[in-house]
């Protein structure tokens, strides 16, 4: 890839300062920042602040439908189209063509003699499945017959498309530069549709041509019949638990997946369903290439790790390991999972991410959301090792983003991880902005405080949830705190808008929507500006989202029999209940507050008054007792924080950038050229996000990249 020369964002500080300025002013020791990290700040210098007011965006030229036609056609889904009219063209040369190319041997021949057939200008019965007595036939085998020839690419794309470890291989050579090899989910799911439709259609129309034909005993007598009912009664059970979102709901995934495997009995069915064509070479190469892939990944792809570390996130669980040997991984892309102590029989696909402080470690993050991440949840009350089997990395649409210098990642809840990854894995050369809507706070306190962001990219993070976030004090202990380019928002985004102002700011140095930063101004007062108490409180808050009472009295209770252990000089007797000891480790452990937002004395007092036996052990009813006084300890104050009284001062916008173009008022051409080197990617179940991004790809002609694990 060619250099670049990065234009630093500008964005709204705090005051009229520019906020490399400000940076200046925090010493690396008061804000914990690594040394290096804090010279790659500081050397990043962006412009002072130069607000705009909000404004209704117009509609950009939209490109003519002669172009997106050529765009379609030109892109992976126009060439299987192409492949497919091609199948489909030669369906009709060997249904009406002479022999020996085609079956119509013509009128004169003897083999439509009789009193069933018609007279008529073809004559179409190279065998008894396939016999033409009448228009109506005719115009029946065509529709079944040309149906199947038009699937055929899509019968192999069904499998190849899943040969994951064959496609990892092809992902690294120059085929790669031809076709979408890191994306072949979407095309495998459209064909797996289209197929499921047209199996019944196919079938449909033999049945009736067999019927009034009398030939009906063909479906039970014959090797056609057989193997096409079978495929006929497999489809409903492949194909619709993972197309309609209503039984994707209502049935288990381990159920659908099962279902899903018996594809290799439908492609098996369909070897033999025409002998004299073929089909039984197409259908064996594809059904042989998954087999065989899935047999190569089996006994030589999957991962053996005697230590995986699992840390309770609220309501998910982060994974971690240290990447074994044979282990390639890119940062980006997604694993199956397996942990045997939870179900020997069920994987599990999951994002991957390089680990943001352990080198050679990667993790994955996994949300609450069925049975078998539910179980895992709850069967991790403290932090843990254990030992499970990884299958993978294989690449995912995100593995694309190195194609572009500017990248938009925008994720979805759990959706981060994978987002992450390209900030991790991309950030150093390319520009990776990120915008990330999330209602849990867990997942937003976990990630600010362990990710470092690129400082010369955005990164918006819009909290919809209710519970206050607990992100650290103005001198910071988090990513927020540190990089002016974090910005932390409560409410959604208008993603056009967001998206525009991102591409105009790093281009052309136009600055970031007044309303947008003073939303993020506010953010920041009331999260950063809470007295000790109301963080304390807070963080008790979230520990208790996280954990039941019953399990942090475990904690407790651990920490206190550890503490005994190290001290007993004697023969060790297990603790009648929580010493002081252990309840003011499990506090300190679950909290994760380093502000010294509460002293051991107050923890302590708090201790001491609900232990009424007075012998310095709490059984559950007393701990109960114990968390409920010091919830209650936070009566909420003013905030002590302010924002510096020059912030009030707001340069005005100079001349030359209010003549400059944004991205939305530009001619077409103009737009795609500029677009060229930018990607928007997105992860997450969030239908609404999905529509409103293709939207701002048909109106923009910026690429984009989907990526989910909505199976």
């Known amino acids: 890839m060619e250099s670049r020369t990065k234009v630093t964002p500008v964005h709204v500080s705090l005051a009229t300062a520019a906020p490399h300025q400000r940076l200046r002013r925090r010493s690396k020791e008061a804000v914990g920042v690594p040394e290096g990290r804090a010279d790659k700040l500081q050397a990043r210098k962006p412009q002072a602040l130069r607000p705009r007011g909000t404004r209704t965006q117009p509609l950009p030229e939209a490109p003519s439908k002669s172009k997106q036609l050529t765009a379609v056609l030109f892109s992976p889904l126009g060439g299987l189209f192409?492949?497919?009219?091609?199948?489909?063209?030669?369906?009709?040369?060997?249904?009406?063509?002479?022999?020996?190319?085609?079956?119509?041997?013509?009128?004169?021949?003897?083999?439509?003699?009789?009193?069933?057939?018609?007279?008529?200008l073809v004559c179409i019965c190279p065998r008894e499945t396939i016999c033409v007595y009448n228009v109506k036939d005719m115009v029946f085998l065509a529709c079944a017959r040309l149906s199947a020839y038009f699937d055929y690419p899509l019968y192999v794309l069904l499998f190849v498309s899943k040969a994951h470890n064959l496609r990892g291989v092809l992902a690294r050579s120059f085929l790669s530069e031809l076709l979408p090899l890191n994306d072949l989910h979407g095309l495998h799911t459209l064909a797996g549709a289209v197929v499921g439709v047209e199996v019944v259609w196919h079938s449909?129309?033999?049945?009736?041509?067999?019927?009034?034909?009398g030939d009906i005993s063909l479906l039970w007598t014959h090797v056609t019949g057989r193997s096409g009912l079978v495929a006929l009664l497999l489809t409903p059970l492949i194909v619709w638990p993972m197309l309609f979102r209503g039984l994707r709901k209502r049935m288990r995934?381990?159920?659908?997946?099962?279902?899903?495997?018996l594809s290799i009995v439908w492609g098996i069915a369909l070897?033999?369903?025409?002998?004299?064509?073929?089909?039984?070479?197409?259908?064996?190469?594809?059904?042989?290439?998954?087999?065989?892939?899935?047999?190569?990944g089996f006994f030589f792809a999957i991962h053996h790790l005697p230590t995986l570390r699992f840390t309770r996130i609220g309501k998910a669980v982060e994974v971690t390991w240290e990447n074994p040997p044979g282990f390639v991984s890119s940062g980006s892309g997604y694993v199956y999972l397996c942990l045997p102590w939870i179900s020997r029989a069920e994987w599990h696909a999951f994002s991957i991410m390089m680990h943001p402080t352990k080198p050679n470690h990667s993790c994955v993050c996994m949300a609450t959301l069925g049975d078998w991440t539910t179980k895992v949840h709850a069967a991790l009350a403290k932090p843990t090792c254990r030992p499970g089997w990884v299958y993978g990395p294989f690449a995912s649409p995100f593995s694309s983003g190195g194609d572009f210098d500017?990248?938009?990642?925008?994720?979805?809840?759990?959706?981060?991880?994978?987002?992450?990854?390209?900030?991790?894995?991309?950030?150093?050369?390319?520009?990776?902005?990120?915008?990330?809507?999330?209602?849990?706070?867990?997942?937003?306190?976990?990630?600010?405080?362990?990710?470092?962001?690129?400082?010369?990219?955005?990164?918006?993070?819009?909290?919809?949830?209710?519970?206050?976030?607990?992100?650290?004090?103005?001198?910071?202990?988090?990513?927020?705190?540190?990089?002016?380019?974090?910005?932390?928002?409560?409410?959604?985004?208008?993603?056009?808008?967001l998206t525009c102002s991102i591409v105009d700011n790093l281009t052309n140095g136009t600055s970031m929507p007044?309303?947008?930063?003073?939303?993020?101004?506010?953010?920041?007062?009331?999260?950063?500006?809470?007295?000790?108490?109301?963080?304390?409180?807070?963080?008790?808050?979230?520990a208790l989202l996280t954990y039941s009472l019953d399990e942090l009295y475990e904690l407790a209770y651990d920490a206190t029999t550890r503490s005994e252990q190290d001290h007993a000089k004697h023969l060790y007797e297990p603790p009648a209940g929580v010493s002081l000891r252990g309840f003011t480790e499990m506090v300190r452990a679950v909290l994760n507050l380093e502000d010294g937002s509460t002293s051991d004395a107050e923890i302590a007092s708090h201790f001491h008054a609900v232990d009424t036996s007075g012998d310095g052990a709490l059984d559950r009813e007393e701990f109960s007792a114990t968390v409920t006084l010091l919830r209650s300890r936070g009566q909420s104050t003013d905030a002590a924080l302010r924002l510096d009284e020059e912030s009030a001062e707001v340069p005005r916008e100079d001349a030359e950038l209010r003549t400059r173009q944004s991205v939305s008022d530009m001619p077409l051409e103009e737009r795609r050229k500029l677009l060229a080197c930018w990607q928007i990617m997105y992860c997450g179940g969030s239908a609404p996000v999905v529509s409103k991004l293709k939207q701002i790809n048909s109106r923009y002609g910026v690429s984009l990249k989907l990526e989910s694990f909505d199976w």
Request: aromatic fraction near 12%; glycine fraction near 8%; proline fraction near 4%.
């Open 204 to 213: 449909f129309w033999h049945l009736l041509r067999w019927g009034l034909a």
């Open 406 to 497: 500017n990248l938009i990642a925008i994720a979805t809840g759990i959706g981060i991880t994978p987002a992450l990854s390209a900030v991790t894995a991309l950030g150093e050369n390319r520009r990776v902005n990120l915008i990330w809507m999330c209602r849990d706070p867990d997942l937003i306190e976990f990630y600010l405080a362990k990710t470092e962001f690129e400082p010369d990219a955005w990164t918006f993070i819009f909290y919809t949830g209710k519970r206050k976030l607990v992100l650290g004090t103005k001198v910071g202990i988090d990513s927020a705190a540190i990089n002016p380019f974090v910005k932390v928002i409560h409410g959604r985004p208008d993603l056009e808008e």
């Open 271 to 296: 070897c033999f369903h025409a002998p004299q064509r073929h089909i039984a070479i197409v259908m064996g190469i594809a059904v042989g290439v998954y087999v065989l892939d899935y047999l190569y």
């Open 82 to 120: 192409s492949l497919c009219v091609l199948t489909f063209s030669w369906g009709v040369l060997t249904t009406f063509a002479a022999p020996p190319l085609g079956a119509n041997s013509g009128s004169s021949s003897s083999d439509c003699d009789g009193p069933d057939f018609q007279s008529l």
């Open 253 to 261: 995934y381990e159920v659908r997946k099962a279902l899903h495997y």
């Open 514 to 542: 007044e309303e947008l930063m003073a939303r993020a101004r506010k953010t920041d007062l009331e999260t950063r500006g809470q007295s000790a108490a109301d963080r304390f409180c807070n963080a008790l808050e979230r």
